[in-house]
């Protein structure tokens, strides 16, 4: 079932129809390698000016096949850039200007932390008030509420432990939904699944619930409150939560990767997290304001250190541990760059187009990017180029001095490790297999190696923290988990996922099982095509079937088991096919209902089988006879092991729709 693995795992990026900027950059630079391994050693430098960066950045577009992006580029208060290249649609082709609306996606959530920010100034909301005295209404279950209390930090700081938003509720598009009957979707499935305030989970839902508390604050729906608190304040003149008139303004169409036909237009379940749409323009006079610390002009919108505050965690776990600086703060984060500085903003996308708003504090230079294809080594590409352009003239950042990598970490937490904070509840099947991830010690460095994906190189600070290569600050951090029983634990990798070290038989098993699993399935279709083929060479010969050749339990049985591998395969091949639109998933579809229905068909085929291979004698038969019944009770028994795996971690019996 590895080939249904990886499609849910895919699935996981585009069923939430997020692609998130990572905590790390360390990547980046090797993406753009990869990609430019062709090009002079000049043309992989930083673009010395502007014209020098557009032209890379048209070049990225073209050969990739991206219509367009929308672009703003400010250094202090000063915008160098604000304009679009290429082409908001492509039939009829439509060039896209400064003043062409792009999804900006979950960078919509930085107005929600900037609105509860302000609101906590005006001592009207407090952010460590507990949900359930701000929103009685909506019951959240936590099973640790009596020392663990949900409060609205946690929401927005995504440790609020809540699974991410179902693919019922991103398949919705009904454009007058308000933000109280889009929380209803999900309402009665919402439950902690840690601790509140410990571990980090990116969860739509919680930022999701702190703007319905604004609402109630202000009475009016949050569209409205960003609209007088923010949008006309700043300047952001055509920015807007739902689809402009278009004779009035153009908004860019969205395309998924080889195809020709626009995206329709997806009205979010719950605005306030992913819906809005602005302009170079208009995202040129916000990056003013964030780089101007809460000052537009002579307007004071929020006091010194509020941004600070909005950029930084102060509950997750990994904060406490000691990494430095990254993580996710009040709608707005900051990630350590390739370069080794920290940058802050936020990225996100809906499907078709993706967004990445990125700036450096201390230095006041910063750029938001949008482009309207689903393709995410371009976003990083060209988000890489602008950061090196800004960057150039700027003087490195101190890094954090280095030392030995202590005896304590190669004999209490080198190892292998997995996820335990998945973000959508469904793919925590397939994260606990895909991964899996090596830590161990090389020489003076410490090397990370997950299963699938290159490896990342740290060094050590002290005891148990360590910082990348060309980093500035701790961001991996390892510690005996507090929050349950002590075990080896890492954080900071892979977006801040929380690792769980595996002991040595946990290790063992799951590599054994997921082999044996793996040969199972080609080992069922296999030797029941080679059955078949000596089954019509023996007809053929006599020029009549032998049925004593070929015994009905046993033939019964290989054909169950090749049919439960085909069911894995059909399930892969639907869920590949349901990535390229959410709503062929979340609703009641032929595709949504083949995906519920190919993993009950499994567990059945693998049961009958199983009873059939029982029931057929071993004894008494040919050699080739024995090796054949025992063959497929060896691989019906591995596929039990897959279906119990499966039914325990809710694939068997999962609506996609549900």
């Not at 432990?161 to 999900?186: C, F, H, K, V, W």
């Not at 998945?422 to 020489?443: D, H, K, S």
């Not at 634990?489 to 044996?516: H, I, K, Q, S, Y």
């Not at 095509?529 to 004593?548: E, F, K, T």
């Amino acid at each position: 079932m590895i080939s249904a693995a990886l499609c849910i795992a895919t699935l996981v990026v585009r069923a939430s129809a997020h692609e998130e900027r990572g905590w790390t950059h360390t990547r980046a630079d090797a993406d753009l390698a990869r990609d430019t391994v062709t090009a002079s050693a000049d043309d992989r430098a930083a673009p010395r000016t502007l014209d020098a960066l557009l032209t890379r950045i048209r070049f990225i577009l073209d050969s990739s096949g991206t219509p367009g992006a929308s672009l703003a580029i400010v250094r202090g208060d000063s915008v160098l850039f604000a304009d679009a290249i290429g082409r908001a649609r492509l039939e009829p082709s439509t060039p896209a200007t400064a003043r062409t609306l792009f999804r900006i996606g979950s960078t919509s959530k930085l107005f929600i932390g900037l609105t509860a920010l302000a609101l906590e100034q005006e001592n009207r909301l407090s952010l460590q008030q507990p949900l359930a005295a701000a929103l009685p209404s909506y019951v959240v279950r936590n099973p640790w509420s009596a020392r663990d209390t949900l409060r609205l930090v946690h929401l927005m700081e995504h440790t609020s432990g809540l699974d991410d938003n179902s693919l019922r509720a991103y398949a919705s598009s009904d454009p007058t939904l308000t933000l109280e009957q889009g929380l209803a979707i999900d309402a009665d499935r919402q439950r902690a699944r840690w601790r509140p305030g410990t571990r980090f989970a990116y969860s739509n839902t919680g930022p999701a619930l702190v703007a319905r508390v604004i609402e109630r604050i202000e009475g009016r729906p949050f569209e409205a409150i960003v609209q007088s608190r923010w949008f006309d304040r700043l300047g952001m003149h055509t920015a807007t939560y739902v689809p402009p008139d278009t004779t009035k303004a153009t908004l860019a169409s969205l395309y998924m990767p080889g195809e020709d036909d626009p995206v329709p237009y997806w009205h979010v379940f719950a605005r306030p997290i992913g819906a809005i749409n602005a302009s170079a323009l208009d995202m040129a006079a916000l990056l003013r304001f964030l780089i101007g610390r809460g000052v537009m002009g002579t307007d004071t919108l929020l006091p010194p250190g509020a941004l600070d505050r909005a950029e930084q965690s102060r509950t997750w776990i990994g904060t406490r541990v000691g990494i430095g600086g990254a993580g996710y703060g009040l709608g707005l984060y900051s990630v350590e760059g390739a370069d080794g500085r920290l940058w802050a903003g936020h990225a996100g996308g809906v499907e078709g187009g993706l967004s990445d708003v990125s700036y450096l504090p201390a230095d006041g230079v910063g750029y938001s990017l949008q482009i309207n294809a689903m393709r995410g080594r371009v976003l990083r590409m060209v988000g890489t180029l602008i950061q090196r352009f800004l960057t150039q003239d700027l003087p490195r950042p101190n890094a954090l001095p280095i030392e030995a990598v202590s005896p304590v970490i190669a004999r209490e937490f080198a190892g292998w490790y997995r996820p335990i904070t998945p973000r959508p509840q469904f793919v925590a099947a397939v994260e606990r297999l895909l991964g899996l991830t090596r830590v161990r010690v090389v020489g003076e460095q410490l090397r990370v190696e997950p299963l699938l994906g290159d490896a990342v190189r740290y060094f050590a600070v002290d005891s148990l923290r360590f910082r990348a290569e060309r980093g500035s600050v701790v961001t991996l951090a390892f510690h005996r988990d507090a929050v349950d029983d002590g075990a080896p634990t890492m954080e900071g990798f892979n977006n801040g996922a929380t690792f769980r070290r595996l002991g040595v038989l946990d290790t063992v098993a799951t590599f054994g099982a997921t082999a044996g699993w793996i040969l199972a399935l080609v080992l069922g279709p296999l030797v029941a095509s080679v059955g078949v083929a000596r089954w019509l060479i023996i007809a053929l010969r006599r020029r009549q079937p032998d049925a004593r050749r070929v015994p009905p339990r046993l033939a019964a049985a290989w054909g169950c088991a090749a049919g439960a591998s085909g069911m894995a395969v059909l399930f892969g091949w639907c869920a590949l096919r349901g990535l390229q639109h959410i709503a062929q998933l979340g609703t009641v579809t032929a595709l949504s209902a083949t995906v519920a229905a190919t993993p009950l068909l499994f567990v059945v085929l693998v049961g009958v089988g199983s009873w059939f291979a029982l029931r057929h004698p071993a004894a008494g038969t040919s050699t080739m006879g024995a090796v054949g019944v025992w063959t497929v009770r060896v691989v019906l028994a591995l596929h039990v092991v897959g279906a119990v795996y499966a039914a325990r971690y809710g694939l068997v019996g999962w609506r996609p729709w549900a």
